[in-house]
């Protein structure tokens, strides 16, 4: 019995990642890249090294809440996990949040800021969390226009020193949904200090951050969506106690365990109105673009790092005589999954391109219509992909992907979130038929599609093009044909909205392909292209809804 396996390993995660390399050598111009490349490789040593083995070694640590002292008082006091308290420092000092307001690249800063956290976030436990809940915060303070709030927290929530940095929250869902949010009970009460809220947050997450943007509906004001109000809260007083919040408890969750994610009761807070007393909803809507964009890019991530590790395994395993990387049904396998992973990338990195680009205010008019569009697509697509990929990552691992100290089982559960957070699948294919009625964003992704796919010069990229223009006319025709019944639309958004994000990410490849084919990075992207139209982009079906009422009844 003198065998041990060796457990998968990871090298410098920058320089093992030819497909961020090539996307920015395409996407940056030379000299940027030049001068962000000795960064980039320090972040993905520090991934795949050192943070690392630091996650290794903390896998059993989670957030602990006190709720009263030795003495009796109340306390509500969150400790969270080592790593936790690195990774907040490191946010800091390497800009996590702030090289997107810096602006030193101009529209590209969106790429900087996400090719950074690309590199180190799969090693730190779902940190991003409360990072893109604080760059939401940042970014619709900035968009709303409060400047009294601004001045207040912004210098905060973009700092690079940790004494002074900033995260926060996000306090939406409570018990009567988080998906329709109109149903939000929470009351907004004026008294002489200003106004305070009552209420009770079933689902926060990050709950140690130092403000929150919150929903409340002002006294007085009528049902739904258009009651509500969105308000600032910062969660302790100055003399560092909570401000009128008492944490019931933390969430004990499937995945994402790191994350203190607690059930809050808002017992007189003290609160300001960050845009008006009505419309808080709708103002909410870039705090949901940014946060969205950040879920797309943690799906990217996590399949990046669950495929890493399977492939590294691959070569170390042998079974059945020989490495499971020589094994063609194995190959064939992690094969299926790379596709996946490349087409969640680039998609994922479209919405991060068409977001620094309405920052900057260099968006054309038909950018803006696309971002609208591909923002849901991105976050819905990429969610339901990293759910795919990281689960049959774990099963390449086979028992080992299913014991909990070898760090793996987490990759699956912590991903889960992807497709929950922040709208399901569902609710996100709904705003996509949403973004559609307003006119030109659908016409506005076909041109770009187009666009994409007429780059391709390589037969070997036909087949592809074809695959994706007849995918593009065949949910052009469902969706035309099903606005006559308005069920049948519904029923079939999830579908559609697949197909359109799926067909969109083929699109992107094969652009990308070419020019990888074109500059000197090989055909491994063509590769890429060719797997994802055989994995299939086309969802589109008709399907009978009495049969669908039938099965659920």
């Not at 990759?411 to 699948?425: F, K, M, P, R, Y």
């Amino acid at each position: 019995m003198s065998f041990f396996q060796e457990p998968p390993r990871l090298g410098n995660q920058y320089d093992d990642d030819a497909l961020l390399r090539s996307y920015l050598d395409r996407v940056l111009p030379r000299e940027m890249r030049t001068g962000l490349e000795d960064e980039f490789r320090e972040l993905g040593e520090l991934g795949g090294g050192a943070l690392y083995e630091f996650q290794l070694r903390d896998r059993t640590n989670e957030p602990e809440l006190t709720q009263w002292d030795a003495w009796g008082h109340r306390v509500d006091h969150i400790e969270v996990s080592p790593l936790w308290k690195e990774a907040e420092a490191l946010a800091a000092k390497r800009g996590l949040v702030a090289v997107a307001y810096e602006q030193k690249n101009g529209e590209r800063s969106r790429i900087h800021q996400f090719v950074l956290n690309y590199l180190v976030q799969p090693s730190l436990d779902v940190y991003s969390c409360p990072l893109a809940m604080t760059d939401g915060a940042a970014r619709t303070l900035l968009s709303l226009g409060n400047e009294a709030l601004s001045q207040r927290a912004l210098p905060h929530l973009t700092s690079r020193d940790p004494k002074t940095f900033w995260t926060s929250g996000q306090w939406m869902t409570e018990r009567t949904g988080g998906s329709d949010v109109g149903l939000t009970q929470t009351a907004a009460r004026q008294s002489p200090e200003g106004w305070r809220l009552y209420g009770t947050k079933w689902f926060t997450s990050a709950t140690t951050a130092q403000m929150a943007l919150t929903l409340g509906r002002p006294e007085g004001n009528g049902p739904g969506g258009k009651g509500l109000a969105i308000f600032y809260v910062e969660t302790r007083g100055a003399d560092g106690r909570l401000n009128g919040i008492q944490i019931n408890r933390l969430k004990d969750k499937l995945g994402t365990r790191k994350v203190p994610t607690a059930e809050l009761t808002l017992d007189g807070t003290l609160a300001v109105p960050v845009a008006g007393l009505t419309d808080g909803i709708r103002n909410m809507a870039w705090m949901l673009n940014v946060t969205r964009t950040w879920n797309a890019m943690g799906a990217a991530w996590s399949m990046r790092r669950a495929l890493a590790l399977a492939r590294d395994y691959a070569k170390r395993r042998v079974q059945f005589g020989a490495p499971l990387a020589e094994k063609p049904l194995h190959v064939d396998t992690l094969a299926g999954l790379e596709a996946e992973f490349h087409g969640g990338f680039l998609l994922a990195f479209r919405a991060v391109e068409l977001l620094g680009k309405m920052e900057a205010r260099t968006a054309t008019e038909e950018e803006l219509l696309l971002q609208r569009l591909v923002t849901p697509l991105a976050k819905l697509t990429t969610g339901r992909q990293v759910v795919h990929v990281t689960s049959e990552a774990v099963e390449s691992f086979g028992g080992a992907g299913y014991v909990e100290d070898t760090g793996l089982p987490r990759l699956l559960a912590d991903s889960q979130v992807l497709s929950i957070w922040e709208g399901t699948t569902n609710v996100l294919s709904l705003d996509t038929l949403r973004a559609m009625a307003k006119g030109g964003a659908l016409e506005a992704l076909y041109a770009d599609a187009e666009r994409r796919l007429g780059a391709a010069k390589d037969a070997g990229l036909r087949p592809c093009v074809a695959a994706a223009q007849e995918s593009l006319e065949k949910a052009r025709a469902w969706v035309m044909k099903a606005m006559e019944n308005p069920a049948g639309v519904e029923a079939g958004a999830r579908r559609f909205s697949l197909t359109l994000g799926r067909t969109y990410e083929l699109a992107l490849l094969v652009e990308h392909a070419q020019w990888c084919l074109d500059n000197g990075h090989g055909p491994r992207v063509m590769a890429a292209a060719r797997r994802l139209m055989r994995n299939g982009v086309d969802l589109i079906a008709d399907m009978d809804l009495d049969d669908a009422r039938l099965l659920v009844s």
